[in-house]
Nanobody
Framework: QVQLVESGGGLVQPGGSLRLSCAASGFDLDDYAIGWFRQAPGKERDWVACISSSDGSTYYADSVKGRFTISRDNAKNTLYLQMNSLKPEDTAVYYC?????????????????WGQGTQVTVSS
């Protein structure tokens, strides 16, 4: 059974850091394009970052570039999102996702598998 399970969310002060994890089971992450999305209350789900299945290249939304780092541990079959210099506008539910069809994509509709989400709240 294909499953993605996120963890690592929580409450953090502005300027702080969090690392999100996304454990995959039922498939090998390195065969898939994988990404992180986020959804704030009352807003659409936005793309945050992704890793290409073909060469491992990473891509970031302008809003997080230089602050967030996406990575993958193939031995643990786990995806990570290191978030530094967090801002209140980063507050959202964060989701990991995977797709077999595309080598790399920033479109939520292109992803086949999704985790349940983990809440990140940035507030003083």
């Amino acid at each position: 059974q294909v499953q993605l399970v996120e963890s690592g969310g929580g409450l953090v002060q502005p300027g702080g850091s969090l690392r999100l994890s996304c454990a995959a089971s039922g498939f090998d992450l390195d065969d898939y394009a994988i990404g992180w999305f986020r959804q704030a209350p009352g807003k659409e789900r936005d793309w945050v970052a992704c890793i290409s299945s073909s060469d491992g290249s990473t891509y970031y939304a302008d809003s997080v570039k230089g602050r967030f780092t996406i990575s993958r541990d193939n031995a643990k079959n786990t995806l990570y999102l290191q978030m530094n210099s967090l801002k209140p506008e980063d507050t959202a539910v964060y989701y990991c996702a995977a797709t077999w069809v595309f080598e790399v994509t920033m479109e939520a509709n292109d992803y086949d598998y999704w985790g349940q989400g983990t809440q990140v709240t940035v507030s003083s």
